[in-house]
Nanobody, 126 residues
Framework: IQVAESGGASAEAGGSLKLSCVAS?????????MGWFRQAPGKEREGVAH???????RFADSVKDRFTISRDNAKNTLYLQMDSLQREDTGTYYC????????????????????WGQGTQVTVSS
C-alpha cells in the first residue's frame, strides 16, 4: 500500500487549503480507515482527522469545526479541507492508511496505521 499527499502550501491566517492523498496498491480502497496527522517543528506527531470505511469521522479538538475530512472511493483519494487556518496549523501533514478490507470506527492512534506518505508542508502566517 502506498499513499502520497499533495496540496501543501503557504497561506495566511484565516485562509483555506485543501490537501489530497492518493492511495494505491489497496485490495479494496473503501475498506480502509484513513487519517491525517501533522507534526510541527519540535513537537510530536498528532492526529488531525480520521475517517473509517463507512464515512464515520473523528477530529482533534483543535481543528473541529474548521477542518473537514472526506474520501472519494472511486478515485482512491482522501481529502482534508482546512478552513479558518491558524498559525498553530503549521506543520508537515501526513496521510496514513490502515490494512485490511474493512474498518469500522475512525482510528486516531498512529499505531493503528501501517502505510504512511512522505508528508506535505503547510505553513500559515499571520
Amino acid at each position: 500500500i502506498q499513499v502520497a499527499e499533495s496540496g501543501g502550501a503557504s497561506a495566511e491566517a484565516g485562509g483555506s487549503l485543501k490537501l489530497s492523498c492518493v492511495a494505491s496498491g489497496l485490495e479494496k480502497y473503501g475498506g480502509h480507515c484513513m487519517g491525517w496527522f501533522r507534526q510541527a517543528p519540535g513537537k510530536e506527531r498528532e492526529g488531525v482527522a480520521h475517517i473509517d470505511s463507512y464515512g464515520g469521522t473523528r477530529f482533534a479538538d483543535s481543528v473541529k469545526d474548521r477542518f473537514t475530512i472526506s474520501r472519494d472511493n472511486a478515485k482512491n483519494t482522501l481529502y482534508l479541507q482546512m478552513d479558518s487556518l491558524q498559525r498553530e496549523d503549521t506543520g508537515t501533514y501526513y496521510c496514513a492508511a490502515t490494512g485490511g478490507i474493512s474498518c469500522y470506527g475512525p482510528r486516531s492512534r498512529s499505531a493503528d496505521y501501517n502505510s504512511w506518505g512522505q508528508g506535505t508542508q503547510v505553513t500559515v502566517s499571520s
